[in-house]
């Protein structure tokens, strides 16, 4: 099998394809979630914490000199970050578990009813029963 075909086997499987598209909506939805927090959630915060704006706290390590720009440690970057991952991590959790519950229904929906037992089962069940009552005289 050459090479080609080969990876067009590959890549038109629907596992690869559904992963795809996973982080292509993966992508816009961190989009989406970054812009929530940086734009609506973080400037009330900031707010409430005496106007600071999270992404413009840092540390400057090595002034800047002339032409060199100056060396700093930018925390403020990462407390957004932070925040990003913790909301997108929620979110993601809640639409995992809203899909298991829902699966999980539809399992429960869709499972079969236990077999009814066969005339020779019937039987043995009330030979069974009869013999306990009378045991039990």
């Known amino acids: ?60 390590l090595k002034q800047a000199e002339s032409e060199v720009p100056a060396v700093t440690l930018n925390y403020g970057k990462f407390i957004q970050n932070v925040v990003d991952f913790a909301i997108i991590a929620f979110v993601i959790f809640m639409m995992i578990k809203a899909i298991n519950l829902t699966k ?20 043995l069940t009330e030979i069974r029963d009869l013999l306990k009552e009378k045991s039990l005289r």
């Open 1 to 60: 099998m050459s090479i080609f075909k080969e990876f067009k086997q590959f890549a038109m499987r629907g596992n690869v394809i559904d992963l795809a598209v996973a982080v292509v909506i993966g992508g816009a939805f961190g989009k989406i979630v970054a812009s929530f927090v940086a734009d609506v959630l973080m400037p009330p915060i900031g707010l409430l914490l005496g106007g600071v704006d999270f992404t413009n706290l840092l540390i400057i």
């Open 104 to 123: 999980k229904k539809e399992e429960e929906a869709s499972a079969p009813a236990p077999p009814e037992p066969s005339k020779e089962e019937q039987l």
